[in-house]
């Protein structure tokens, strides 16, 4: 007989409530920020911030063009930050505004990869919005110039974080515990 696994409730962090209103004050900003541009090239680092992304654009007024990237990190032997892309943007960023928008900022080797090469590429400017910052397990200096909400060194899902694939559909941000 087999065991099946016991995925236990996460409790509340962030409410979705809390989220609405964070994300309206985030494309209030955007749109402030991007009102005198032709608009802005939106990169999403898939899979965790697909949420995110849509509830922000969908709330922006300002023109936007869409894109993800998805990475994976080395495991093994290597050296934190070698960064594996899985998938690339299609959409040429020469010259634009480019926006990456992420679920969660942890240590940053992945965010400064995308980062750096986004600028390379020849963006005009490159922008970080992240929902949630996790300071305390950062490694590398990532600048986040739009941040939802800073939380503690916690395990976190929801809201298009998960544990195992589960949890990205849960509409609050919470603590998985054990």
């Not at 007024?61 to 960064?83: A, K, L």
Request: with cysteine; net charge negative.
């Amino acid at each position: 007989m087999s065991q099946e696994k016991v995925f236990p409730e996460p409790t509340v962090l962030i409410s979705s409530e809390k989220i609405d209103r964070r994300i309206d004050e985030l494309a209030a900003q955007l749109d402030r920020d991007y009102a005198d541009t032709d608009g802005l090239v939106c990169v999403g680092v898939l899979k965790g911030s697909v949420f995110f992304l849509v509830d922000l654009l969908q709330r922006v007024t300002v023109p936007v063009e869409i894109d993800f990237f998805q990475t994976s990190s080395y495991g093994g032997t290597t050296s934190p930050g070698e960064v594996r892309i899985r998938k690339d943007i299609e959409v040429s960023i020469r010259g634009r505004d480019v926006l990456l928008v992420e679920d969660i900022v942890d240590t940053g080797y992945t965010l400064r990869t995308i980062l750096d090469l986004l600028r390379f590429r020849g963006a005009r400017s490159v922008r970080l919005c992240a929902l949630l910052d996790k300071a305390a397990t950062r490694e590398v200096v990532v600048p986040i110039d739009y941040c939802g909400f800073q939380i503690d060194n916690v395990f976190v899902v929801g809201y298009g974080l998960d544990y195992d694939e589960r949890y990205r559909n849960l509409t609050y941000i919470g603590v998985l515990e054990g």
